[in-house]
Structure formats: structure tokens, C-alpha cells
């Protein structure tokens, strides 16, 4: 059997034309869900990046494999300790081990690994090419490699497992000017959601990736990427920011198109089970964030996920809720080799093979790279609990209807308390669940919360952004920073008091 998985980064599942979008972003993604299933509340487990394909590769949520931030203690996977033999069972029970159990060849093109110092991402694959920008390249450095591969490889192997990881539409935004702007003529009052009202409510909001300061703390630009705006302050910005993504988008999918049109070349395509996703979303004005990806919640971790498998559903769509990990135990019984008993996913093979509804009440997503922040989403509703706010000043606790308010503008947990305790409960419940099959008694969110917090937004930076918010007038706004912060503001250095002056006055004390 031959399996292709395309690995998009950064890919909200609205920005394609497969899941409702009025750009023509994905006509190439749109072909291939037509003959396949499309998963439309997929998330992943644990965001972002790192994470997100932590979780993916281990089969369990970061809290039990120990990666759930990209920096410090908590973005490294844990040790296997005493129990490791001369191969760890991390790596030989991996994502990548199913296809070489079912006798696949196994090659990754991804610069991935480096990018995170990620090695284990490599577990399991016979092959692999790192094209060595460190997620900075775009798909025209890759697509030759997977291509050269397929010439060689395609027909003469017959069982194959190819990974190919395109990173165009993540920031900073960065599609080769020869590409142009498909996008430049649309009216996006047709159909942006954000307008000048909503805008000026995000201009309100302070934090990094916010509309005053896109690259992080800053607004800088430069020449070298002029599709990646510094900030918005009017609709212009609101489109140029969205064509910048949209962008790479489009040119991700044509990158894809030329996979495709190799393997009809080759003859192939029509047996070749292709899987295409992400690993996390993107921040277009929820919550008042902007071109990252650095919440808990349904923009960030809702991700596209389309199959098309020989003998599954063709042109169907599925609504109930997964996460990414589910994948694993799913490719085990679709192709016929042992789970992992220790894996935290539930097969949805069912629903591939049969269309029966094999999704999970609820869904407890994570973030701890630019806030310490859990998420449970069931139902209509959002329930967002933050223990570190990444110097957002969000409130610790949110709630959002999605049903009536898509993009979490509205926060109704004043309305709805009670709604707010069944959402803490999902949480509360699954942590419990997590840690008594844990191998530590340490849940990494604190570990990230006590080694100076959430690394894109660490206590190191505390001054770098209370410093920016005063530059720009916003003294307010730095107050109420450095109070919710407090815990990690610069203390004042002790009084130096003479000696004799002391002795002076310690007579004279009650």
C-alpha cells in the first residue's frame, strides 16, 4: 500500500474552499476531500507547533508525554527511566512504527525535527530530508525533493509511507513575490467577518500578536518579507494581513498540486491513499489575537483533517469530535496492525469504513507556548481557564458561544455559570484521568508556570512589553500588566543604610 501525508503548518480548516471559504485558496485540497471524507471538528490535543506533533508521534496528550510549551523543561519529551532497554518504547510504539509495522518504506521530508531539536520526530522513518532553513523555507525548496523521491521511489517500491511538510502559511508570511497576489481585487466586506467596529474593539486589546504590535512586542517590518505586516490600524491592514495568509494558503496548495500531478504522471495517484492536515491553526482577530498561534482554543487547534482510503467514504463529511491523536489507533485497524495499548487516542475507523459516529463528548485543548491556558469545548460552547495570560490581561476565565459567536467576541460567562462549572468539571475530570496514568506526579502546565512562564511570553520579557505599552501610551494598560504579573516584576534593590546611622536610631525604636 502507498500512503501520501501532507503536512500543512499553520492551516485553519475556513481558510479552504472544502470547508466553506469564498476564496478560492485550496482548489487542489477541495479536489481530493470531494473523493474523500472531510473531518470537520478535528482538533489537536496540545498547541502549537512542538506540541502539537509531540502529541501526534507519542499517541498521548503533552501532559503525559511532558511536551506541551517550546522552550524550557516542559519542551522536552520525558525520560523513559529505569524501564528503557536498548531502544526506547517511546520511539518504537510512534506514529511513524504503524506504517513500518505494516511493511512500509517510511521517508519524512520536514525541517521540523531541527527547527525543535526534535529528533524523536524521526523515530521510525527509514528516510528523511532536511532541507535546513528550520521552518523557514517555502514549498519550493521542498517539492523538488518529494518529487526526485517519487520519481525513484513511487512505482518501483510498493508499500511506501511518504511524510512532506509545507510550511507556507505559517508566519512570518513569506511566498516568493513571483506568485503574486491572487487576492488583491476581492471585496472583503463580502465576506470578512471583521469590520471597522470589530476592529476598534482589537485595537483595545494589549498583548503580543496583537494589532499594535504583530511581531511580537514590536511592529518592525522589513523589505525582505513584505507580505508580513508589523501592525493593522485600518482595513487595509485587515487585508493585507489576510492576503499575506491566504497566500501562503494557495501556494501550499499549488505545491500540493504538483505532488498530485507527479503521481498521476506515475500512475499512482488512484492507488494511493492520501491523508492531509495540520498541526494547528491560526489567530485572526479571536480573542483579539492576530497572525500566531498562541491560544487554547477553537481558531488555534480546530484543524483540517481529510482522508481519502481505499474502501472508505467518498465525498462525506463528519462532524463529531475528534483529536489529532485519534488518528493512531484509526490507521492501526485500517490497516491491520497492533494499537498501543498506552496511547491516548479512540479509533474513528468506523466512521471512515461505515459512517457510524465514533466521536467524543468533549474536548480538553491545551496551550502552554504563549499562555498556560486549558480549554474544554462540548457542545456549542468554549470554557477557556487561564492560569498565565501571556500579557494578554484576559480574564482566568472565558466563555464562548460558537454556535452565535464564531470568532470568541463576546465573553457570557456572566450569563451562563452554570455552563462555566461543566466546562471546569471536563477539564478538572480529565486532568485527574491524566495524571493517575502519568509516570510523574508533575503536570507540565506548572512546570511552565514556575519556570517563569509561557516562553513567548516569559518573565524576561516583562519589561520589554510594559516598556513598549508605555512608548505607545498605553500606561494603563502596562499598570494592569505589571499588576496580573506582579509575581514576576523586578523588585526594587533593599535600602543601603549607613551603619552608624542605624545605631543611631535602634535606640530609639519602641
Known sequence: MKVLFVDFDTLRPDHLGCYGYRRNTSPVIDSI???????????????????????????RFGIRNGIVGHGGT????????????????????????????????????????????????????????????CGLESGDSVVPYALNWLE?????????????????????????????????????????????????????????????ELNMFNDME????????????????????????DCGVAYADWCLGQIVG???????????????????????????AYAEHGTADRPCCNIPFIIRWPGCGQ????????????????????????????????????TLKEGKACGRDALVLSQMAHVCQRSARFGDWLYIRTVND??????????????????????????????????????????????????????????????GGPFHAHETSLATYEKRLRDTGRNEEADELLRRHAKYAPKPAPAVINPTVALLFKGQRG
Open 33 to 59: 476531500a470531494a473523493e474523500g471524507v472531510r473531518f470537520n471538528e478535528y482538533y489537536c490535543s496540545d498547541a502549537p507547533c512542538l506540541p502539537s506533533r509531540a502529541a501526534l508521534i507519542s499517541g
Open 74 to 133: 516542559a519542551a522536552d519529551r520525558r525520560l523513559t527511566g529505569y524501564s528503557r532497554g536498548m531502544k526506547d518504547s517511546q520511539d518504537d510504539g510512534n506514529f511513524n512504527n504503524i506504517f513500518r509495522r505494516a511493511g512500509m518504506y517510511t521517508c519524512s521530508v520536514s525541517t521540523f525535527p531541527e527547527r525543535h531539536s526534535a529528533w524523536w520526530f524521526s523515530a521510525g522513518m527509514n528516510e528523511t530530508f532536511n532541507e535546513g532553513s
Open 152 to 212: 525513484n521511489n513511487g512505482v518501483s517500491r510498493e508499500n511506501w509511507f511518504l511524510h512532506v511538510h509545507l510550511w507556507d502559511p505559517h508566519t512570518p508570511y513569506r511566498v516568493p513575490e513571483s506568485f503574486g497576489n491572487p487576492f488583491e481585487n476581492d471585496d472583503l466586506s463580502d465576506w470578512c467577518w471583521i469590520d471597522e467596529e470589530a476592529l476598534e474593539r482589537h485595537k483595545k486589546v494589549v498583548g503580543p500578536h496583537t494589532t499594535h
Open 222 to 245: 522589513t523589505p525582505v518579507l513584505p507580505r508580513n505586516p508589523g501592525r493593522i490600524d485600518d482595513m487595509a491592514g485587515i487585508r493585507r494581513i489576510f492576503d499575506g495568509y
Open 262 to 288: 507527479k503521481m498521476k504522471e506515475l500512475g499512482i495517484y488512484e492507488d494511493t491513499a492520501i491523508i492531509l492536515t495540520g498541526d494547528h491553526g491560526e489567530n485572526f482577530g479571536e480573542l483579539g
Open 315 to 350: 465525498g462525506t463529511t463528519d462532524n463529531e469530535f475528534h483529536y489529532s491523536l485519534d488518528l493512531l489507533p484509526t490507521l492501526c485497524d485500517l490497516l491491520d496492525v497492533e494499537k498501543n495499548e498506552d496511547w491516548d487516542g479512540i479509533s474513528f475507523a468506523d
Open 390 to 451: 501571556g500579557f494578554h490581561n484576559w480574564d482566568s476565565e472565558m466563555l464562548f458561544n460558537l454556535k452565535d459567536d464564531p470568532h470568541e467576541q463576546f465573553d457570557v460567562k456572566e450569563q451562563y455559570p452554570e455552563i462555566c462549572a461543566k466546562g471546569a468539571k471536563i477539564i478538572l475530570d480529565w486532568i485527574d484521568e491524566n495524571m493517575k496514568k502519568n509516570s510523574t506526579q508533575i503536570d507540565p502546565m506548572w512546570t511552565v508556570y514556575h519556570e
